[in-house]
C-alpha cells in the first residue's frame, strides 16, 4: 500500500483522475472498477473534462461498479447506474453496453450475484478499481464483519452508511436498506486499486483504514492485502495519520510517482 497526500480535495482529485487516463491510455479496452459517492463526483467531473479537452478515448472501456440499491431500477434517481449516467457514462464516449452494474431490482438476487462475479470473469477480471470508503471503513458496501474473502452478495447496510447516504433520500429512513455489492474477496482480486478519500470526516477512518490491524470489523484494512493499492487523501483526511513523512518522501522521491509531482 502506498499513501499519497495532497493538500486538498480538488488536487487529491486530480492525482487520481490523471492515474485513471494514464491506465487508460496504456490500455484503451481497460476493465475499470468504479465507485460511487460524493468524493467521486470530482474525479468524474475531470474525467470528462480530459475526455472533452484531451480526447480521453473511453470507446473500448468496460466498466464495472461496486455496488447498486436493492429494489432500484436504472432510471431511479437514487440508483447508482443513475448516478454513473449523470456523472460520467452520459459525458463520455463509452459504449453502454460496456458499462456493468448488478440489477438491484433482479427477481432473483443470488443469482445476479453469481451473474456479476462471472461477467468480472468473462471480461478478464478488474485491471483498476477506485474506492471511496464509508465512515465506518467499508468498501464498496462491504459492511461490518463483512468476510475478508466475500463474493458479490446481498448486504444490509449499516445505520453508520444508512446515516451516511441519507441526504440523497432525503431521510435515512428513506435509504435503501440492502444493497448488492462486490465482496472483498472480489475487490482483492482487481490488478491494482485506488482509494480516495478527502474531508476531516474520513480521518478517523483512514487512519484506521492504513495503519490499523486488519479486521473484519472495517473492511478497508483488507487494502494492506492488496499487491497494488494506492490510497489518495487531502490534508484533511491525512490528519490523524502517523508516518505522513514517510508517505510524502516516496511520493516526492520514487520514480513511479515523477510524473504526477508538477
Ligand atoms: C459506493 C461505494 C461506497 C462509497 C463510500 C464513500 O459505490 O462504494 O463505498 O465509496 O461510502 O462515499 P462518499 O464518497 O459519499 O463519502
Redesign the pocket.
Known amino acids: 500500500m502506498e499513501v499519497i497526500i495532497r493538500s486538498d480535495a480538488d488536487a487529491a482529485s486530480l492525482l487520481v483522475a490523471r492515474m485513471v487516463a494514464k491506465e487508460i491510455r496504456a490500455n484503451p479496452s481497460i476493465v475499470l472498477g468504479?465507485?460511487?459517492?460524493?468524493?467521486?463526483e470530482r474525479v468524474y467531473a475531470l474525467l470528462v473534462q480530459m475526455h472533452k479537452k484531451e480526447k480521453l478515448d473511453f470507446s473500448l472501456c468496460r466498466t464495472f461498479?461496486?455496488?447498486e440499491y436493492v429494489g432500484l431500477g436504472t432510471k431511479d434517481s437514487g440508483s447508482?447506474r443513475f448516478y454513473m449516467k449523470h456523472h460520467l457514462f452520459d459525458h463520455v464516449n463509452i459504449d453502454p453496453r460496456n458499462t456493468h452494474l448488478p440489477d438491484g431490482k433482479s427477481a432473483d438476487l443470488d443469482k445476479e450475484c453469481e451473474r456479476y462475479e462471472k461477467v468480472i470473469e468473462r471480461n478478464g477480471g478488474i485491471d483498476l478499481q477506485l474506492?471511496?470508503?464509508?465512515?465506518a471503513g467499508?468498501?464498496?458496501?462491504n459492511e461490518p464483519l463483512s468476510a475478508l474473502r466475500s463474493r458479490t452478495r446481498v448486504k444490509a447496510l449499516s445505520p453508520t452508511?444508512l446515516n451516511?447516504?441519507a441526504a440523497m433520500f432525503g431521510g435515512s429512513d428513506k435509504v435503501p436498506q440492502r444493497a448488492i455489492?462486490m465482496g472483498v474477496g472480489t475487490i482483492l482480486e482487481c490488478r491494482k486499486c485506488i482509494l480516495l478519500a478527502t474531508g476531516d470526516s474520513?480521518a478517523n477512518i483512514i487512519a484506521k483504514a492504513v495503519e490499523g490491524p486488519i479486521t473484519s470489523m472495517i473492511s478497508a484494512t483488507a487494502l494492506q492485502l492488496h499487491r497494488k493499492c494506492t490510497v489518495v487523501v487531502d490534508e484533511e483526511a491525512a490528519s490523524k495519520l502517523q508516518a505522513t513523512d514517510y508517505y510524502r518522501w516516496i511520493f516526492d522521491n520514487e520514480p513511479e510517482w515523477q510524473d504526477y509531482r508538477t
Open positions: 468504479l465507485a460511487t459517492g460524493q468524493t467521486m461498479n461496486l455496488d447508482y474506492l471511496g470508503i464509508g465512515k467499508h468498501i464498496g458496501f452508511t451516511q447516504n455489492t474520513k
